[in-house]
């Protein structure tokens, strides 16, 4: 049997619940772990918050990071806002745990991510060291860098109401 570093995400057999469907009797309990650093979580918490509360039948635990694991492994799913949360071998591995027996994960933006910032004497250079093997093995990816002058790139927005395209740029 492959571990969990050898499975690609789409690998995965999943039996979790169809939320596409919530009602009164259908509860879903969702685990929310929002932290880090260098990103407004405080922000992200309370929209994530609020567009769950919007179903009568989420249930929802909020968490700094990973170390509440029990919980996290009884949650129907489990969705991450984080930057530079780095769960242990041992929480990533009962996450996978979980999406294996049928738990949902979504990792969103700089879940991926584990950040070496740089001492106030030192040169101004982060460092993304693979620190988190096994997390980053479950997400199936890992935050390297933004891209070089991020902000003088060009967007194309697609919107499906009007099938047209719109070009946004970055600020």
């Keep these: 049997m492959k571990g969990v570093a050898d499975r690609m995400p789409h ?16 509860q879903i309990n969702i685990a929310l772990v929002v932290g880090g650093r260098w990103h407004d979580v405080d922000f992200a918490r309370l929209e994530l918050l609020t567009l769950l509360g919007e ?17 996290l492994e009884d949650a129907d799913a489990v969705i991450a806002y984080t930057c530079d949360v780095r769960p242990t071998a041992e929480q990533s591995l009962a996450l996978a745990r979980a999406v294996r027996g049928g738990a949902r994960l979504l990792a969103l933006h700089a879940t991926n991510s584990a950040i070496d910032a740089p001492l106030a004497s030192e040169a101004k250079i982060f460092y993304t060291p693979d620190a988190m093997p096994e997390f980053t093995a ?21 919107n499906p109401n009007t099938h047209s395209l719109r070009e946004c740029h970055l600020l």
């Design 11 to 26: 690998q995965v057999r999943s039996a979790a619940p169809d939320i596409s469907d919530i009602t009164a009797t259908n």
């Design 55 to 71: 179903y009568n039948s989420v249930r929802c635990t909020v968490h700094a990071d990973y170390s509440k694991i029990e919980l």
């Design 138 to 158: 479950l997400l199936g990816n890992r935050f390297l860098a933004h891209p070089k002058n991020l902000h003088q790139r060009a967007l194309k927005l697609f």
